[in-house]
């Protein structure tokens, strides 16, 4: 897969899977603008990327806030032109029953992980070159349904049928918009956030019987990017390893 005078933006980039795909978007031979609520995480990611020869501009910005969206893409015509990439990764994951959510635990969840993407989504529509790739970030729980994940669930099946509506939206500019279903993932997230009984089970109930690590999720990602994608459109893409949970 060549990126070659490519740009791509990500967000939630500062760690985790976003910098994961960030890092091999770059490797591919994209330029990359690096995304994130965090400062430090994101110039963090941005000083990675440099240090192997890559191209890379930390800007900060938070999804839920859509004129930080704005100003991510207006840094990124500055610095490197139009971008064709958009992957969407800034999520937010939280476990809520739902008969003790709270309306602020609503919104938190929603505001970034629905309103964020869908924003952005936008943006590109309206920014990206023609021929320009979209990636979606969802979550492979929307198809698992699992106690305590009403909330988060629920948001990340918003993301999936942006996808698919998009890529029809879309089409005429040749632009292809696809969903990504993670997984459980090593991440710091899932390190510092999950008991490791949890993990286990998880790790048993997949034919490889490990969870996934970042590099899987970007490698999908990268070819949803890539030219070699061009045939792939308003898909949901499920990347957990084949888990049975």
């Not at 910005?61 to 490197?80: K, L, Q, T």
């Not at 929603?110 to 964020?116: F, H, I, M, Q, R």
């Not at 696809?178 to 048993?204: R, S």
């Not at 308003?234 to 949970?245: F, K, P, S, T, W």
């Amino acid at each position: 897969m060549d990126l070659r005078n490519q740009t791509a933006i990500v967000t939630g980039a500062g760690q985790g899977m976003g910098r994961g795909i960030a890092e091999k978007l770059s490797q591919y031979g994209a330029s990359v603008v690096v995304s994130g609520r965090t400062e430090s995480k994101v110039q963090e990611t941005a000083r990675i990327i440099e240090s192997r020869g890559g191209s890379a501009l930390a800007v900060k910005a938070d999804v839920s806030i859509i004129s930080d969206i704005a100003n991510m893409f207006d840094a990124c015509i500055e610095r490197f032109g139009a971008p064709d990439i958009l992957v969407a990764n800034a999520g937010v994951s939280y476990i809520s029953d739902l008969l003790k959510t709270t309306e602020e635990e609503y919104y938190m969840v929603y505001d970034t992980n629905a309103k964020g993407t869908y924003f952005c989504l936008k943006e590109a529509g309206l920014r990206l070159k023609d021929g320009g790739r979209i990636v979606l970030i969802s979550s492979s729980t929307t198809k698992h349904p699992k106690t305590g994940m009403s909330l988060y669930s629920s948001s990340k099946a918003a993301i999936s049928m942006m996808a698919e509506v998009a890529a029809q939206e879309l089409a005429d500019r040749g632009i292809t918009v696809n969903a990504v279903l993670p997984g459980l993932t090593v991440t710091p997230a899932v390190e510092a956030g999950l008991p490791e009984a949890f993990k286990q089970i998880v790790a048993d109930n997949t034919p490889f019987k490990r969870l996934g690590k970042t590099e899987d999720i970007a490698e999908v990602v990268a070819f949803l990017c890539s030219k070699e994608s061009q045939w792939v459109n308003g898909q949901v893409i499920m990347a957990d390893g084949g888990c049975l949970c």
